[in-house]
């Protein structure tokens, strides 16, 4: 049995559905059918039954399906022990553009008491790209914001944070303790520029289109609401100067930190970057 044989049957068994696990794999649906059916050869068994409601895994399968990811797992952790005996194991983290989440410091903290011989880089961007180069290939996982469009990548929620609005201080509605969307029709929201992801750009005008300056950083959003009274949304977590405010809003879905990665990535630095962060977060 080889390896990528078996990554390919793990795929089908999590999947349920041979055309969902060649878009997964990357290849083409005839070629995993001719290695899953060789695979079923190779070990005298039949591993999977297809019926037009999918695929279901027979009893053999899902016995071969532990000891595969098992297998699997080992492979990549006997991967990593020898890149980094080379001194060759890397990770490159995206961060989304803002520095004042504590999280991030005790992630960065766990993460090098796990993988002290590992060279970590970080790419910290800025709002304009919400997956911080990962479908660039300039980074291997980002640490982000969601909602953005997910595809052909793989997303983990670390935690959910409520969001509000900022405002000036001396802005009437500064003095609210709670607001709704609707009652800020009318007003100038900071704005992406052309081409960023239209989810994103949608979640942060909370799901309305808007008029307003154009930004691309945190710290350029909070400039547009001190000098012109631009307002815009933020994470109730975000600290902000004395001169502004985040008043809560009751009718809009929380923000998510989430994990991301390319799908089907199965470097085991990732993976642990990943587990790492979802304990942390989870405190």
Not at 252 to 260: E, K, L
Request: aromatic share 6%; charged share 25%; hydrophobic share 45%.
């Amino acid at each position: 049995m080889e390896l990528r044989t078996l990554r390919y049957f793990v795929a089908v068994a999590e999947e349920l559905h041979f055309g969902r696990a060649a878009t997964r794999l990357h290849i083409s649906q005839p070629p995993l059918s001719r290695a899953i059916k060789q695979l079923e050869a190779d070990v005298g068994a039949l591993l999977l039954v297809r019926s037009p409601r999918g695929v279901r895994l027979t009893p053999a399968g899902a016995v071969l399906l532990d000891e595969a990811r098992s297998l699997l797992d080992h492979a990549d952790r006997v991967r990593f022990r020898v890149s980094a005996a080379t001194g060759a194991a890397t990770i490159t983290v995206g961060i989304l553009g803002d520095g004042t989440d504590p999280a991030v410091a005790r992630l960065a903290a766990a993460y090098r008491r796990h993988h002290p011989g590992v060279d970590i880089r970080v790419r910290d961007t800025d709002l304009t790209d919400p997956t911080c180069g990962l479908r660039a290939g300039l980074v291997d996982v980002a640490l982000t914001r969601a909602p953005f469009d997910e595809t052909a990548l793989t997303v983990r929620t670390l935690r959910t944070d409520p969001v509000g609005v900022v405002l000036r201080a001396d802005d009437p509605l500064a003095r609210r303790d709670r607001l709704r969307l609707a009652e800020l029709s009318g007003r100038r929201w900071f704005q992406f520029p052309r081409g960023t992801d239209p989810v994103w750009q949608a979640y942060w005008n909370g799901g309305t289109p808007r008029e307003g300056p154009v930004v691309r950083a945190v710290q350029e959003c909070r400039q547009a609401v001190l000098w012109n009274g631009t307002i815009g949304l933020a994470p109730l977590r975000h600290e902000v100067a004395a001169q502004l405010t985040v008043v809560p809003l009751t009718d809009m879905p929380p923000s998510r930190v989430v994990a991301v990665w390319n799908e089907g990535d199965a470097n085991p630095l990732i993976r642990s970057f990943v587990e790492i962060a979802t304990a942390v977060y989870c405190r």
